[in-house]
């Protein structure tokens, strides 16, 4: 390209997609003055950007960008940590969010300054309408990801569509590399359709999947090297997740020790930087593609940083995974969010807690 052609396609870029006011080319301007036009520019954007919406910022300064939204309470799965084995009463469907009411939700959360949403389910890929969600989401002004969260048994099939519609990101579910640990722990067989989707999803290009596994002392905790094995040809993002302490499960406090085990497995792990708000503290293994991380919500708790929501599929608010109760949605949004705690209660609180089976919180 010429030095005028380089201009002018600098100048076209900088007028597309911002408010600033910018001159037309001039013939024979210089690249330098392109580059003081695009200073100028952003000059201007730090001077005129509009403050983050007070109605998604809490009493503590915390501004919440991300968004995650249950679609459903359902799940073609059994997971021994998630759902008790006898079973939960599900919300009756007449109670539930309709997909025009989360659509609508979803807009309202974007103009006021959500720029992340991740879909939940229990299983969001039995939702009948996920790919039309996606779709339409991703029309929204402003929202820059959206990502879904599934067992993975029917994204191998849906994830052509899904990737037209506009899904940015994704995270599976994999507690185990062993299929008959596999069918225990979730009390079905479709190990293959998870791996099929495991694999699949690292064809168009979602760098990286993420994979998260909780890990459950005396029933996983030696696949750590599997799992390191399965990231060194992948570009896996492999995330062990710390148990938690809800209703249909069980939990003490040495599932705590999750961390100091792995150091001692992989010494020669290397930290990588993290975002403010990131809730995974990562690290690369030599050599490998992708890379592992350990979210610790309990030990090493990230609520002084937390800009997240969540909707659950009954149209309830939650502004904390581990609150005691919810708030209704569509008469008190803004209040929940105000009143939200500056982190959430200390561990031994949260282990007496009577909360909800994970299953009807969404994830």
């Given at each position: ?234 570009p896996l993002d492999v995330a062990f997740i ?122």
């Amino acid at each position: 390209l010429c030095r005028d052609q380089a201009s002018r396609m600098l100048r076209r870029l900088l007028s597309c997609s911002s408010r600033v006011p910018v001159m037309p080319p001039r013939p024979g301007e210089s690249l330098q003055a392109a580059s003081q036009e695009l200073s100028r520019r952003r000059q201007f954007s730090r001077e005129h950007e509009a403050p983050f919406s007070a109605f998604l910022t809490d009493s503590f300064g915390r501004q919440h960008s991300y968004l995650r939204i249950s679609l459903l309470e359902k799940c073609n799965l059994r997971c021994q940590y998630c759902m008790p084995e006898e079973g939960v009463p599900l919300t009756p469907k007449a109670n539930l969010l309709t997909t025009k009411e989360i659509l609508t939700l979803a807009w309202l959360f974007v103009k006021e300054g959500v720029e992340k949403i991740w879909l939940m389910g229990r299983e969001p890929l039995i939702q009948p309408d996920e790919v039309d969600i996606v779709a339409q989401l991703q029309r929204l002004e402003g929202l820059r990801t959206i990502g879904v969260t599934t067992n993975g048994i029917s994204l191998a099939r849906l994830l052509p569509q899904l990737q037209r519609a506009g899904l940015s990101a994704i995270n599976i579910s994999l507690d185990t590399l062993v299929p008959a640990k596999f069918e225990f722990i979730v009390r079905r067989k479709a190990f293959h359709k998870v791996m099929e989707g495991i694999h699949k999803a690292n064809e168009p290009g979602y760098n990286p999947v993420k994979v998260n596994c909780v890990m459950t002392r005396g029933l996983n905790e030696d696949e750590l090297l599997d799992f390191a094995a399965l990231i060194k040809g992948l570009p896996l993002d492999v995330a062990f997740i710390e148990y938690m302490p809800f209703d249909g499960n069980k939990w003490n406090f040495k599932k705590m020790e999750m961390l100091e085990t792995v150091w001692q497995l992989w010494p020669e792990l290397e930290k990588l930087s993290e975002e403010e708000s990131r809730t995974a503290k990562a690290f690369k293994i030599p050599g490998f593609q992708g890379q592992i991380s350990f979210i610790m919500s309990m030990s090493e708790h990230f609520c002084g940083t937390c800009n997240r929501l969540q909707i659950t599929a009954d149209g309830n608010l939650k502004v904390c995974l581990f609150g005691n109760s919810e708030q209704e949605l569509l008469r008190i949004i803004g209040a929940a969010v105000g009143r939200k705690k500056q982190q959430h209660a200390g561990m031994f609180s949260i282990s007496q807690m009577k909360n909800w089976p994970m299953i009807l919180i969404g994830g």
